[in-house]
């Protein structure tokens, strides 16, 4: 079922931003964060052109969306980020789990020696995030115990920041600090370099010392900078890859003095021009931007009015010349010479940029465009994903 919003995802912002990651990131593997459908972006085309473009490994949450990835004719290493369930999923899809704990690394040998194989896994230390990996408590005793374990390959070791995208970083030194410490003892153990990883987005563009053996970015390949709005000018200039659009359902003309949706919080002060729109919370699109967000219509900005519906939600045509219904309306990303930031949303549902993408990304049905160059312009070549 079709509902009233389209997400327009450019693929070839896909490719420009990863380009600028590989860029900033000089000699480290790039491993490319795709959980939760690719931030709402849709996984597999994503990850299909990432891998084109050259990345070395896609991560994902959860073992269901690795084995999507597989079916979908991907080849590449995958990484489990957070996933424990299904070890016979990790053998039989050729994954590479991340490990937080002994239990899990013991359950891996004994079905990887039944299966008489060895199984590649990373192991997560926990650097001060206090979220998932190995304590410090004899850490390093229990990462050579997991080296050790028959039918396991002790493949890479990482962490994860918990505030790099702060101007202040030193906290964020102080994890790395910490990680730097891990690797060294664990070499002097094993007498082999594991390959390492710890920085996500803030840290592949603020923090060099944490680039290591990768980087793992997941927001900047999808266009947005987690220092913030400002920082996504040059030279970092990353495209946001994904605009939501849909179209006017119809248009009311109604006297002063109307009111306008559940509650009646506004309230017409002129006659007005009145659009609705196909399109509310059961898309993604947050309660919180009742009579507070802000949509695009014939390249200029107008506000949304009342209260937003399950379905529907309102604005004020009353300034735009020409509008007619059907006419597009764009409510993240650019028409004309204006836009609308998934920052700009964020700040006003009191959230963060990854929230929008995902919320907006994963109700959306999802259309991918590859602008190509024809005689200097850029036209769109276009295809609806099937669902
Ligand atoms: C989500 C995630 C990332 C990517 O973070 P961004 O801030 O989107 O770059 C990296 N590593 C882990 C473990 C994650 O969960």
Do not use: W
């Not at 997560?124 to 190995?134: A, F, I, P, S």
């Not at 006017?248 to 017409?268: A, E, H, M, Q």
């Amino acid at each position: 079922m079709n509902r009233g919003a389209i997400a327009e995802i450019n693929l070839s912002a896909i490719a420009h931003n990863l380009e600028i990651v590989k860029r900033v990131s000089k000699d480290s593997a790039v491993i490319a964060v795709v959980k939760a459908d690719a931030y709402g972006h849709g996984c597999r085309e994503i990850s299909k052109r990432l891998i084109k473009e050259g990345v070395s490994y896609l991560a994902v949450a959860y073992t269901g969306e690795a084995i999507l990835l597989r079916d979908a004719g991907i080849t590449a290493p995958i990484i489990v980020l957070f996933d424990r369930e299904d070890i016979e999923g990790f053998f039989d899809f050729d994954l590479v789990p991340v490990i937080h704990d002994i239990t899990t690394a013991l359950a891996l040998s004994r079905v990887a020696r039944g299966r008489r194989t060895t199984i590649k896994v990373h192991v997560k230390v926990d650097t001060g995030m206090g979220r998932l990996g190995l304590s410090s408590n004899h850490l390093i005793e229990n990462l050579v115990k997991i080296a050790d374990m028959e039918g396991i390959e002790l493949a890479g070791l990482m962490s994860h920041f918990s505030d790099a995208d702060l101007s202040d970083r030193s906290y964020a030194a102080v994890q790395l600090e910490r990680f730097n410490k891990i690797r060294e003892a664990l070499f002097k153990k094993l007498n082999k370099k594991i390959f390492s990883h710890i920085a996500n987005s803030a840290a592949a563009l603020a923090f060099e010392d944490a680039h290591l053996d990768a980087v793992r970015p997941g927001l900047m390949l999808y266009g947005y900078s987690p220092l913030g709005q400002n920082k996504n000018t040059e030279p970092i200039n990353l495209i946001p890859a994904m605009k939501v659009k849909t179209k006017i359902l119809c248009i009311r003309n109604l006297p002063p003095d109307s009111p306008i949706s559940y509650g009646r919080t506004f309230v017409t002060k002129r006659r007005s021009k009145i659009g609705v729109l196909p399109v509310g919370y059961a898309d993604g699109y947050d309660r919180l931007f009742s009579n507070n967000a802000e949509v695009l219509v014939r390249g200029r900005r107008v506000p949304v009015v009342g209260r937003i519906c399950m379905d529907i939600t309102m604005v004020d045509l009353t300034e735009v010349e020409d509008v007619r219904e059907g006419d597009e309306v764009v409510i993240l990303g650019q028409q004309g010479d204006e836009s609308i930031t998934a920052h700009e949303l964020a700040c006003k549902a009191r959230t963060i940029p990854y929230e929008i993408l995902t919320s907006l990304g994963s109700h959306s049905r999802k259309e991918y465009i590859y602008p190509v160059r024809k005689g200097g312009f850029l036209t769109g070549q276009m295809f609806k994903e099937r669902r």
